[in-house]
Each structure stands twice: as structure tokens, then as C-alpha cells.
């Protein structure tokens, strides 16, 4: 009896193996060489514009010019570290100095207190909008949970949220501040006052979509999951923990995205106007400086401002994927 053998031919291979390159090649075009030519093109645009617009300070700042800014502001950062170091080596050596000539001496440590950096004002500032941020969350989730469960007091704060929702952070910094001056009252804060307003007012603005979103899927929990919830006679708190939560997770996060983005863009504003040592006050003294550099430095702040921005939506969108059941809500 004849064994038969068979053989893959290599013909019949090619138009699979053909496909899959074709798919990958696709695949690296949309996610590589596209944004990357959107980029070029962006760069090719902005230095064209702006050599062809003249302001009172000089040629408005092209890529070249703020990709120079960028490392002499990392030079100054450099700088004030060996500043720094230095200043905490003299101190050290002043305070072994004098306890060595007397044993009972007190010592006392001294910050420095050198020029802010950029570096340092970019954790300023986030260090600002996260707690601001997170205090709405502490705040907003369970208002929304509340507000989505009853229809009562739903229609009870509904008009008030309406109201404050639109409000601009420069009609709450100044309400904020004269509060803060008025309950914060120690003379060495522990916390600086700058930086309670500028958190305060971030909290008041990014508050409203998390509220909403919140509420509005609590509100369309199905029909389904609260017979469930009968069934098997949940109490209100296990309700609540087991079913109301887990089922409106993706409404949830959708809230904290656009909240989170709302409150990065207040925060520079609110920076501005109450001083706290963040980007915002970087953009606005390079504003009164009024150098031949300050333009180039706000652009680098701009850029900053916008990356910073994109990274942490993405972080949000990574958590998002991480705990959420729905993972088509957490796709883009």
C-alpha cells in the first residue's frame, strides 16, 4: 500500500504570508507614519507663520528658537542643583563648626530658598491639580451616586448644579481667596495660601461633570440588576457597593477624564492670578519680563502645558481599562 505524503507547498503559503505583512504594514502606517507626518507637517507650518509675524518683542518664536529655550531651561535647573547642594554643604560645615566649639548649640536648618525651575514648577503644578482634583472626586462620586438613586434630590440640586456649572475659575479665584484670608489665618502656614486657592477653586471647577456623569449612570442602572438586587435582599449600602457602583464604572471614569482635563486647563489660569509657583505663574512672569526670550519660554510652557495634559488623560484612560467591564468605553 502506498504511503501518500503530502507537502505544504510554499505557493499556496505566499498569499497568507502576503496578507499579514500587508495587514502590518497598514498597521504601522496609521499608528507611526502618520502622526508622525501630521507632526512634520505642524513644524513645517509653525516655522512659516512664524517667521512671517514680527511682535513688539521680536519674530515670533519658531521650533528652532523654543527647542533652544528648552535647554537653557534645563541648564538653569542644572544650575540652581549645584546651587543648592552647595548651599546645604556650607550650612553643614557652618553648623559642625559650631557645635564642635559649643556641644549645647541648637542647630537650625534653613530651606534654600534660589530661583523656582521649570522642572520644579511642573511638579507644582501637578502636585496642585491632583489635589484639587482628587478632593472633587471625595466629593462628586458620592454626591452623584446620591443624586442618581433619588429622583427627589435630583430635582432638588439640579438647577444648582446648572448654575455653577459654567462658571469661570477667574469668577471663583477671587471669592476663593478672600475665604482662604479670612479662615486660614496662621502666620507661618504650613500650607501656602497660593496654593490652597489655586487648589480650591480647581476642586469647584472640575466638581460638575463628575457629578453629572455619575448621577446619569446611576440613573440608567437597568431594571435587571435592581431586580437582582431584590432578590437577594441587598441592604442599601451593599446595593449601593455591589451593584450601583460596579454597573456605573464607565459613566464614572467618563466623568473623571473630562473632569481631570477641565481641571488642568483651570489650573493655569488660577496659578496666574493667586501666584502659586506653578506653570502658570512661569507663563505669566515670562509675560511681564518682556525679554527677547520670553515668548520662546512661553511657547516651551505651551508645549509643556499640552504633553502634560495628553499624558495624564492617557493614564486616566489606562486606569479606566484596568477596572472597567465595559472596554469599548475605554477604547480612545
Known amino acids: 500500500m502506498a504511503t501518500l505524503l503530502s507537502f505544504s507547498n510554499p505557493l499556496h503559503e505566499y498569499p ?20 508622525l507626518m501630521g507632526i512634520v507637517v505642524f513644524l513645517f507650518l509653525w516655522s512659516v ?25 534645563y541648564t538653569e535647573y542644572q544650575d540652581e542643583k549645584v546651587k543648592a547642594t552647595e548651599f546645604y554643604q556650607r550650612q553643614d560645615a557652618r553648623n559642625a563648626e559650631r557645635l564642635a566649639a559649643e556641644p549645647g548649640f541648637e542647630v537650625k536648618f534653613r530651606s534654600y530658598t534660589g530661583k523656582a525651575t521649570f522642572p520644579g514648577q511642573i511638579v507644582t503644578s501637578l502636585i496642585t491639580v491632583l489635589s484639587g482634583f482628587f478632593a472633587a472626586v471625595i466629593i462628586a462620586i458620592p454626591l452623584g451616586i446620591a443624586i442618581g438613586l433619588n429622583k427627589t434630590l435630583n430635582n432638588a440640586i439640579n438647577p444648582v448644579i446648572q448654575i455653577f456649572k459654567p462658571v469661570s475659575p477667574l469668577a471663583w479665584l477671587p471669592l476663593v481667596t478672600m475665604v ?13 495660601k497660593s496654593f490652597l486657592n489655586s487648589m480650591i477653586t480647581v476642586t469647584l471647577c472640575c466638581l460638575w461633570p463628575m457629578v453629572i456623569n455619575t448621577a446619569v449612570g446611576v440613573a440608567s442602572l437597568s431594571e435587571d440588576l435592581r431586580n437582582v438586587s431584590r432578590v437577594l435582599r441587598l441592604s442599601a449600602l451593599a446595593h449601593v457597593r455591589k451593584i450601583v457602583i460596579p454597573a456605573s464604572i464607565p459613566m464614572i471614569f467618563t466623568g473623571m477624564r473630562l473632569s481631570l482635563g477641565i481641571a488642568w486647563m483651570v489650573l493655569i489660569a488660577a496659578e496666574m492670578l493667586a501666584q502659586n509657583p506653578g506653570l502658570g505663574k512661569f507663563v505669566w512672569d515670562e509675560f511681564q519680563n518682556g525679554s527677547s526670550d520670553s515668548l520662546s519660554r512661553i511657547m516651551v510652557a505651551v508645549i509643556t502645558i499640552g504633553l502634560i495634559g495628553f499624558l495624564l488623560d492617557r493614564c486616566m484612560l489606562q486606569i479606566q481599562r484596568m477596572v472597567s467591564w465595559d472596554k469599548a468605553s475605554a477604547s480612545r
Open 16 to 35: 497568507k504570508w502576503r496578507a499579514r505583512v500587508s495587514a502590518l504594514l497598514i498597521n504601522v502606517i496609521q499608528t507611526v507614519a502618520v502622526p
Open 49 to 73: 507663520t512664524a517667521n512671517n509675524i514680527e511682535t513688539s518683542l521680536g519674530k515670533f518664536p519658531g521650533p528652532a528658537a523654543v527647542w533652544e529655550q528648552m535647554g537653557n531651561l
Open 180 to 192: 482662604v484670608s479670612a479662615v486660614y489665618t496662621e502666620e507661618n502656614p504650613a500650607i501656602a
